[in-house]
DNA sequence: AATTTTTTTTAGATTTGTCTAAATTAAATT
DNA sequence: AATTTAATTTAGACAAATCTAAAAAAAATT
């Protein structure tokens, strides 16, 4: 089956509220894709005649096992070429977005599989999101903030919650990026603000705004 | 100005046209595009009324310049998308055709300016036909083939007349690809093919058919 | 529990790009 | 020059995706 632009943006965005919230409400999508309710309902209609999602009308819906694994495939092609256009073409990624948005429409698979190979199947994006792969299985990595771990350790930046140019340019001063090796000094209890030292560079203190949105690992 | 993909499909199509006759009939267009006379006509108002072209009813059509400077911009993005998908991820140049057709509409200018650089500003695509720069500006290539040149010359071959799998078979066979050298021994009058000598390679004669499709200009 | 507010759906219209069938114009043939 | 044939355009319909305004259902409030 092949499935119109539109259709797979519906498809990408229901999955990506499902993350949040299991059932999916016709405002919030509309919101999401800045549309109009009543044209939610209409293309709900049409992915239920194709048995992409469980929906009845008033309470709300979500993918079923065939629309989630087209969704994981739209996500796998935006990734890599996220990933693309980072470390091949030299994009600050917060500038990705919206062109991968246009090219993980683009529909060959034979592309998509030597463009994996040429970019020697990364795991993640540039945001630190984990790739799925061909069959839609993705690793699930633990989304543990800076807010959330305890002093005195050391992580390794996994992710980032937010990709605006803003939260790029903080990186970019505190010389943080995925991979990033950091101990974490202090919590100040007050405003959530967090002391970190990152290797090579003298402790500084981020906002716990920015701590809520840097997602680390166990390093 | 952006333009809607179909809209983009008809220029470019006019502009191919008319590199073989100065004014595109209806007829030829629609066969071009697999689409119905009436379809082209109903298109051809909304060009005219956007002035990409010039067009009287009944009396055929051309791209004006600021058409013409669309579809050199169109032209160049599938050029440089071609070679990408063939010198990067190791596609055949048969099969890239289609891709580079979906590549093609992605709108970013910054994802051009990018992917031209990424690959170190190529003139020509892997057929061998240039690849106009931003402005528009693209190198003229005298087109002479095999057939039309004179025996015991040397030359290279620059660009195929055809893009078929069949015609990159006999290619392959005879290893002959853009930028292969070879000698003209002679042409044989009765149907026309020609003896050539291909540079570490014993002498072989190629149909006239083929050599009719063999581009190439003095080594 | 009744009423108000919010959310969702329906009904009907609109835009883009396409189509078929009929009408018109141009070109070719007699 | 008249007629036939071919090419092109128009008229009207249709599908996809969207919208607005009104109706219906669910949720929240009193």
Known sequence: MNYSVSEENYIK????????????????LANELRTKPASVTDMLKKLRTKRLVDYEKYRGFKLNAAGSKIAL????RHRLWEFFLVNKLGFEWD??????????????AELIK??????????????GDPIPDTNGKMAVIKQLSLAEIDAKKTVVVS?????????????????IGIGTS?????????DGSVEIKVTQQSACIISGQMAKNIFVHHG
């Open 182 to 190: 950091l101990k974490i000094n202090r919590h100040f209890a007050f």
């Open 95 to 108: 500038k990705v977005h919206d062109i991968a948005e246009e090219l993980e429409h683009v529909s060959s």
């Open 73 to 76: 495939g739209i996500v796998r």
């Open 13 to 28: 965005s229901i999955y990506h509220l499902q993350q949040q919230t299991d059932t999916v409400t016709t405002n919030s």
């Open 159 to 175: 992710s980032v919650g937010n990709q605006s140019p803003e939260m790029l340019e903080m990186l970019k001063h505190y010389h």
């Open 114 to 127: 030597k463009l994996d190979s040429f970019l020697n199947f990364p795991q993640t994006d540039p945001h």
